[in-house]
């Protein structure tokens, strides 16, 4: 290894790389890299690079080509991503870094990128490391979740060989026994790094700090969508509820767990990876709808039916679908009492002249987790209720909301009593979706 071109017995100082008019390996200077993972919009990277610029940062990371372990999984914007990029580039001067996923891609990429990421995935790729070998752009190269620090290094032994020196290492993170965790950060391989070679080195912490699980979940009880009422998840219950009324193959389950991606295609749904920052407790649902829409093929109506809503009866939808069908834009369900088992929550939206627990009648509580609209007058307002709309009223056991761990005991009681005494209308189907019920 003392002969190798990046060994510190033969370069007593890091190597700097440039970037533009920017140096990064500098002695006592630490250079930040910040962004998402993946491009997920234009507001998303807006967003980011507005935060960025006012805290006086010079870079972007943020990925177009995602290779994902699970075929599932959001793979990225890929070009229209790069094109964001560009367009961000000029707007806030910032110095863009992104990866590429294999050689095809490299010249595209080039073109935007001011700093080019080989990924943890593609870090044995050499055909990306031979067309890098003639471009000017930095590279960033990320050690593989199975690689040893040296064998990093040694693929930049490739790209030094080539005369092209302006590279870097990323340290991020490999996979141990521990469960809890993604991956484990490697600390004392960066260590080594420092010691024994020249290369500038970059720690990336964001894969250490995950868990090994989806991070986009309610909060309040989490995970709550795969959790099994009568040894179903709670969001196949959902899917069963429609599957009542219309094919199969005209729904659609989102959602950024890969499990239950994979779940709802092994039970005929279609899919649709959703992104993390549509996923939690503060998503907009106008929005969520908003994107749902844009990623399925046209349709005259659109049913938007959230998983805590597990006792919906198939009644209860083609009401709503027959609204649409006579006319009205939108259907908003009540309860017309107030329910003694659920919480009762505030409305999410405000809305001129749109009903809602307060203004309806002081014993309606409103019903959030269903809403049937006219895909028409949605794309005109981006909102799931609109002015001509029709009231429909349900039954108290259908209004729920498994937001807390109370509630979910309460739903998982109130099923075993629909089981016991026969109660078909609230879980009829359920076995064709997921097999005999426990």
């Known amino acids: 290894m003392s002969n190798w071109k990046f060994s510190r017995k033969n370069f007593s100082k890091t190597r700097h790389v440039n970037v533009g008019n920017l140096t990064i390996g500098e002695e006592n200077k630490i250079t930040l890299i910040a962004g998402p993972c993946s491009i997920e919009s234009w507001e998303q990277i807006t967003k980011v690079a507005e935060m960025l610029k006012s805290l006086g940062l010079n870079y972007l990371r943020a990925g177009c080509f995602k290779p994902r372990t699970s075929p599932y999984s959001f793979p990225g914007l890929e070009h229209e991503g790069l094109k964001m990029l560009a367009e961000i580039k000029d707007i806030y001067g910032l110095k863009i870094v992104t990866e590429v996923k294999d050689a095809t891609q490299v010249e595209d990429v080039a073109k935007v990128a001011d700093v080019i990421q080989i990924g943890a995935k593609a870090m044995w790729d050499y055909g990306i490391f031979k067309k890098l070998a003639d471009l000017d752009n930095a590279v960033l190269i990320k050690r593989s979740f199975a690689a040893t620090t040296q064998e990093s290094c040694q693929m930049a032994e490739y790209l030094f060989n080539a005369e092209k020196y302006n590279v870097m290492i990323c340290e991020r993170g490999i996979r141990t026994f521990e469960p809890n965790s993604r991956f484990t950060l490697d600390l004392c391989g960066a260590a080594w790094i420092k010691k024994e070679t020249n290369i500038p080195l970059v720690l990336d912490p964001s894969h250490a700090m995950g868990y090994s699980y989806g991070v986009g979940n309610s909060t309040r009880l989490p995970y709550k969508n795969k959790k099994k009422i009568l040894g179903v998840p709670i969001f196949l219950w959902a899917a069963n509820n429609l599957s009542r009324v219309i094919?199969?193959?005209?729904?659609?389950?989102?959602?950024?767990?890969?499990?239950?991606?994979?779940?709802?295609?092994?039970?005929g749904f279609n899919t649709i990876s959703r992104p993390s920052y549509l996923a939690n407790n503060d998503t907009d649902g106008n929005k969520l709808l908003e994107w749902e829409a844009s990623n399925v093929e046209d349709a005259d109506i659109y049913i938007q039916h959230l998983p805590p809503m597990i006792f919906c009866k198939k009644e209860t939808i083609q009401k709503?679908?027959?609204?649409?069908?006579?006319?009205?834009?939108?259907?908003?369900?009540?309860?017309?009492?107030?329910?003694?088992?659920?919480?009762?929550?505030?409305?999410?939206?405000?809305?001129?002249?749109?009903?809602?627990?307060?203004?309806?009648?002081?014993?309606?509580?409103?019903?959030?987790?269903?809403?049937v609209v006219d895909a028409k007058a949605f794309k005109n307002s981006k909102k799931r209720i609109n002015k001509k709309y029709k009231i429909i009223n349900i039954d108290h056991f259908e209004r729920n909301d498994i937001d807390y761990e109370d509630d979910f005991t309460q739903a998982s009681a109130l099923a075993e009593y629909f089981k016991r005494n026969k109660y078909e209308q609230y879980y009829e189907g359920i076995e064709t979706i997921y097999g005999k019920l426990q």
């Open 247 to 267: 094919p199969r193959g005209d729904i659609y389950i989102d959602s950024d767990d890969n499990e239950i991606l994979e779940l709802a295609i092994l039970n």
């Open 320 to 371: 709503g679908i027959n609204a649409i069908r006579s006319g009205f834009q939108s259907t908003v369900y009540v309860n017309e009492e107030k329910s003694y088992i659920w919480k009762d929550e505030k409305p999410t939206y405000d809305t001129d002249n749109i009903p809602n627990s307060y203004n309806l009648k002081p014993t309606t509580t409103e019903c959030m987790g269903l809403y």
